[in-house]
Nanobody, 125 residues
Framework: VQLQASGGGLVQAGGSLRLSCTASGRTFSEHSLAWFRQAPGKEREFVAAIRSRGGTTIYADSVKGRFTISRENARNTLYLQMNSLKTEDTAVYYC???????????????????WGKGTLVTVSS
């Protein structure tokens, strides 16, 4: 599976963006998918994940209630709707995919086998 993230850009605080991640490969629906982000000088951190076939979703506390992860298996596409953006959301956002990831490991980057190249989100004050 190959992943390609898009949709990043510059937005004012309080605004919204929707990120997309398009995947190639026939087994997209069998993969758990996630968004991670990395701000300058910081480690990559978990943002949100969704189990295969659109089941369970989990979020980092910092984005809960503002971000929504979803997937459209027919289009091999993962989404991240980001509302009420804050300056601290500024980062490069990466999509990731993996199979047979247990629930407790969805937040762990090493659980994922495939990564997109990232898309930059900049939130200005």
């Amino acid at each position: 599976v190959q992943l390609q993230a898009s949709g990043g850009g510059l937005v004012q605080a309080g605004g919204s963006l929707r990120l997309s991640c398009t995947a190639s490969g026939r087994t997209f629906s069998e993969h758990s998918l996630a968004w991670f982000r990395q701000a300058p000088g910081k480690e990559r951190e978990f943002v949100a994940a969704i189990r295969s076939r659109g089941g369970t979703t989990i979020y980092a506390d910092s984005v809960k209630g503002r971000f929504t992860i979803s997937r459209e298996n027919a289009r091999n596409t993962l989404y991240l709707q980001m509302n009420s953006l804050k300056t601290e959301d500024t980062a490069v956002y990466y999509c990731a995919g993996g199979q047979r990831i247990i629930l407790s490991s969805l937040r762990v980057p090493s659980s994922y086998d495939f990564w997109g190249k990232g898309t930059l989100v900049t939130v200005s004050s």
